[in-house]
Each structure stands twice: as C-alpha cells, then as structure tokens.
C-alpha cells in the first residue's frame, strides 16, 4: 500500500511515499529555516507563504521519485494539527485538492503521531506497546503507544518545551538558530559542569518544566556582564544541555520503572541530540531495555513520517473529507 504524506506544521514543508508505513520510496523537503534564522526564530507569515510556494513542487517531486502514478496511490495524509495555523492549513488544503482530484482517501494525521511513526521507518521490526519521549520545538510528551492508533500521555511539560528552551537558551548565548545543533556545537568545547543549573521542581511524577532552567541561564550571563565577568558560551551551552538532557532522561526512566516498559524510544527533532541518546541508551541498558532510535534524518518534519502513521490511520478507518480543518492545538490521545 502507497501513501503520499504531506506536512507543513511549521518551517519544512515536506512530501514523501512510503510503502506499507516501513518504508521509504520517496522524501522531498523544502525548508526556509536559512530565512527563519535572520529573524532568530520562525515567522508565520514567512513560513505560510514558503508553503504556498513550495507545496506543489515538493509533491510532485516525491510522487516523481517514487516513479508512481496517482492511480497507484491509495491514500493522501497529511498534518492537520497541532501547529502554525497558517502553515498547516496550506499543507491540508493541498491535500484536500489532490485527494479530491485523484479520488483517494483523505487521511488526517497528528503531527506527534507522525515523529514516533518515524520510528517504524528505522525500526522496521519495532511494534507496540512501548513508551516513547517526544521532543520537539513545540512538545516535550512521555507517551505509552498502546497500539498504532492509540496512545495514553503520561507526561509533559507545564510550560515551554525542550526544542523552545534550546532555541531561546542559544538565542541569550548569541549562538543562533535553530538552538538545539547551535548549543551541541558548542557545548562540545565547553565544560558540562561549569556552571550549576536548578533542576525545576513541578507537580506531576512525569511532567517537566524548562521555563525556570532557561530563566537561570538568561540570569546569569545578565549578571556576568554586569559585574563584567561574561559567562563561558560554550561552557554555559554544556551545562545547559547536559541539564535539559539529564531532566528528560531522568522522567522517560522513572516511567520505564514505574510502567515496565521494555521497549523505550526517543522521537521528535530533539531526539537528535547525540548527548540525550547517549544518556538514555545507557541508562535504558541498565533496566533491560531495548532502545530505538530514529535516524537523525527523520528527527525533524518530514513527510515520510507522515505517510507512515498516515498508513496505519487508513487501516483504522479513520479518514477525513473536504471539511477537514487545520488545528493550531489536539493532544495526541485524541479520539
């Protein structure tokens, strides 16, 4: 089975086709992150206007690739929610034409179903159940995946996620965007015990909190130029990643004990960070568990995840049609 999946939630917009949602024909993305770093973060308006522009390019480009016909096609998914309204809303209106068009079905996917579906084209032998931490710019989720189409929140963050702590902690330390390669560039020369980060306390035995850590940052390289002792960049970057890193860890393992889980995965664009796979391949080792990681090509948006979750959301049923509508925000357990 071919499904054409499209994703446009926010800087990338992103067309592939994957064959029975394991694997990878075709991936095509266009991304105006370059663009988006001259203003130190994404802009909507940018961003839904390279959508506009790019979308059916991108989606002929991987329909070409993959030396398919629109006949041979049997579904069109795509991202409909969470994220930038304006950029998903071209993404889904795209979809709508083309399934309208090549009398197929319309398959709605959630964007953080789509990053642990990423896992599946890796893993082609990984199967739920299993515990999976999702980390994004936007989402920082501990999810048991029940089944393909079913999922239970265990925890999340109260406030910002991890990608957006790294992108404003790399923003205070001049380092650029996107914050999260910016910060593990540098941290690489710098010394992760430098300086002593708190570890926010917050309710909830899974959840997690990065707006105070990134509060302490921005206060002490404020109070380093005061006195005129400005803070170590890459020492600060080390610490701060070591902390974010180790926090995120720390919560997917004490849910691995509690839960039993003997299969732990990382999925989304943080779980790009060599240093966080590093920590929880080891301590997941220590609990007798087996770890799977996405290729660090299918961390960030892409299309190919969205064609995977896309595959077993058509084997479920569940189908949209053309009143389908973006939604800036849906928890993952949506039903």
């Not at 006949?71 to 979809?95: C, E, H, M, R, S």
């Not at 540098?186 to 899974?206: F, H, I, M, T």
Request: hydrophobic fraction near 45%; include cysteine; glycine fraction near 10%.
């Amino acid at each position: 089975m071919y499904i054409l999946g499209i994703e446009s939630s926010c800087d990338e917009t992103a067309a592939a086709v994957v064959e029975d949602g394991r694997r990878i024909v075709s991936n095509v993305i266009a991304s105006s992150v370059a663009e988006q770093a001259l203003y130190g973060g994404v802009v909507p308006e940018i961003a839904s206007r390279r959508h506009a522009e790019s979308i059916s390019l991108v989606a002929m480009q991987a329909m070409k690739k993959a030396g398919l016909t629109p006949d041979q096609l049997d579904g069109v998914a795509v991202t409909f929610a969470p994220g930038l309204i304006g950029a998903l809303l071209v993404g889904v209106n795209f979809a709508k034409g083309l399934s309208f068009a090549w009398n197929k079905p319309l398959i709605p996917v959630h964007h953080l179903r789509g990053h642990i579906a990423a896992l599946y084209l890796t893993h082609p032998e990984l199967k739920p159940p299993f515990l999976c931490l999702v980390a994004s710019g936007g989402h920082s989720h501990i999810v048991q995946v029940q089944d393909y189409t079913r999922f239970q929140v265990l925890g999340r963050t109260v406030d910002d996620a991890a990608g957006e702590a790294f992108d404003k902690v790399a923003r205070t330390l001049g380092l650029g965007y996107p914050g999260g390669p910016a910060i593990s560039k540098a941290a690489k020369q710098g010394n992760p015990l430098a300086y002593p980060l708190p570890v926010p306390k917050v309710e909830g035995r899974y959840n997690v909190s990065f707006s105070g850590l990134k509060t302490a940052v921005m206060n002490a390289v404020n109070q380093g130029e005061m006195r005129g002792c400005p803070v170590v960049v890459e020492d600060m970057a080390a610490s701060f990643e070591r902390r974010i890193d180790q926090i995120l860890c720390d919560k997917l393992m004490l849910a691995a004990k509690d839960t039993g889980a003997t299969q732990i995965c990382l999925a989304g664009g943080v779980a790009a960070n060599s240093l966080l796979r590093s920590l929880v391949n080891d301590a997941a080792q220590k609990l007798g568990a087996k770890v799977y990681l996405p290729a660090p090509s299918l961390c960030g948006d892409n299309g190919a995840m969205i064609a995977a979750q896309g595959f077993y959301e058509l084997e479920q049923g569940h189908v949209g049609d053309l009143r389908l509508n973006g939604l800036p925000t849906l928890p993952i357990d949506f039903t």
